[in-house]
């Protein structure tokens, strides 16, 4: 419980201080097509920050896995959240939406499941279901099957890991639940 409050708070200092720099626009450059590309762009800084991060480290992991491509590997972490351009959030409504979640998981729920159907809420069906809804944005620019589905799934939040996700998935999950 702690180490997840403590971990919370690093996200939100690394949220408000990071800054999504020249030479980071270039690595999201030389690893995304056009479309890919304009899409990455609609994130907030903060979260194409914390894409950059994840991609950066999935990229040092890629070290200890020689026959994985390292190009779709950073691909996945440029492109895991990117639902989140929906979600229009800033990080303080964003660090709403996460308080909300960790002390009041079934009132976040139960806003989430409104959210489907009623545009008042969407924020909070967006921001539980990124991953589902991303895989969707992706699949309307030609994205491969296999990024789709490790996409979709993401988040053990909200799908927890099967008995053996795909690698790349769990080297995702690893670069993305640490800063
Ligand atoms: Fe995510
Ligand atoms: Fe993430």
Not at 1 to 28: E, N, P, V
Not at 149 to 165: K, N, Q, T
Not at 170 to 179: F, G
């Amino acid at each position: 419980m702690l180490g997840k409050i403590i971990y919370r708070l690093k996200q939100f200092y690394f949220g408000m201080f990071s800054r999504y720099t020249k030479a980071d626009q270039t690595f999201a450059r030389n690893h995304l097509n056009i479309q890919e590309m304009a899409l990455f762009n609609q994130l907030p800084g903060f979260e194409k920050k914390h894409a950059i991060v994840v991609a950066r480290k999935m990229l040092d992991a890629s070290s200890n896995y020689p026959k994985l491509d390292k190009r779709k590997l950073v691909k996945l972490g440029l492109l895991h959240d990117i639902g989140k351009v929906l979600e229009k959030n800033s990080i303080w409504t964003k660090s709403i939406l996460v308080i909300i979640r960790f002390f009041f998981p079934n009132y976040y729920d139960r806003l989430a499941e409104k959210g489907k159907e009623n545009h008042r809420y969407r924020r909070y069906y967006i921001h539980k279901h990124h991953g589902a809804v991303g895989a969707e944005l992706l699949e309307k620019i030609g994205e491969s099957s296999d990024i789709l589905s490790i996409i979709a799934l993401h988040d053990p939040r909200v799908h927890p890991l099967g008995f053996e996700p795909p690698l790349e998935q769990q080297i995702l999950n690893q670069a993305d639940s640490t800063y």
